[in-house]
């Protein structure tokens, strides 16, 4: 009868706990109704839930990243890379580094720079000037633009604080299913396709992480930003593009 009696009121303790007391501490696990609780709790396929509304259902993006995009660019693909990138100044900098408040391209890795370039070109990600530059430029454009943004040494930056380092970069929040930023984007280790963000204007950080979690911007593979921006405030938002803007980038291009 004890032991009985212990299984009930465990269930009914769990049952109060994942329905009842975690969905009125985060809202957004309530937002979409018991259903999509249940499966998102299941981990079941996403067409089966589709996610919160306004998310779009098409795919992150068509790009498989290969080991062919960390072989050393030979000269070449750098020099027709340096010409095609011409186009590119006005936002980008001559040099990749930014007075537009635009992503600093300088010294990123060529995966990433390629990327981003070919999601422009297929529409899974949207901006207007971006779309029309690169509707013309084909694989072996996209290839020799990435080698040549890889060449380029970093910017320097101020060197910021280590003790101003936000909780979300260093540890993230298991209790959200945030991953620390430096597990993905260095600092801890590095994910193949996340650019370095040291030096990052502040503005388009702030902006990035915004449309994530509204999810007009939604070609991160397998929607992995969308995940942990959408469980962010505007106040960790903010502190994390701060943090990044003010931290120090290498004086050489990492190596490839």
């Not at 260093?170 to 600092?187: L, T």
């Not at 593979?221 to 960790?236: H, P, S």
């Amino acid at each position: 009868m004890w032991g009985v009696g212990g299984v009930i009121t465990t269930v009914v303790a769990s049952l109060l706990i994942g329905f009842i007391w975690l969905p009125s501490v985060h809202k957004d696990l309530s937002a979409d109704g018991l259903w999509a609780m249940i499966c998102r709790a299941a981990g079941v396929p996403t067409r089966w839930y589709r996610g919160p509304a306004g998310v779009s259902a098409r795919a992150s993006s068509d790009v498989v990243l290969t080991p062919d995009f960390l072989r050393q660019a030979d000269a070449v693909e750098i020099g027709r890379g340096a010409t095609l990138a011409m186009q590119c100044t006005v936002c980008h900098g001559a040099r990749g580094v930014s007075e537009a408040e635009a992503p600093n391209l300088a010294g990123q890795y060529p995966e990433v720079v390629y990327k981003q370039l070919r999601d422009f070109r297929t529409g899974q990600r949207q901006n207007v000037v971006m779309e029309l530059l690169v509707k013309d430029l084909s694989e072996r454009d996209m290839r020799e633009l990435a080698a040549y943004y890889a060449f380029l040494p970093r910017a320097a930056r101020p060197i910021g604080s280590d003790d101003a380092v936000p909780p979300l970069v260093k540890v993230g929040d298991p209790i959200r299913n945030i991953a620390p930023c430096a597990s993905c984007h260095g600092g801890i280790d590095r994910k193949t396709g996340s650019p370095w963000l040291e030096g990052t204007p502040e503005l388009y950080a702030v902006t990035q992480l915004a449309n994530f979690a509204k999810g007009s911007r939604h070609n991160d593979i397998n929607g992995q930003m969308r995940n942990v921006a959408r469980q962010m405030t505007a106040a960790e938002m903010a502190s994390i593009a701060a943090y990044y803007a003010s931290r120090p980038a290498a004086t050489a291009a990492p190596a490839r």
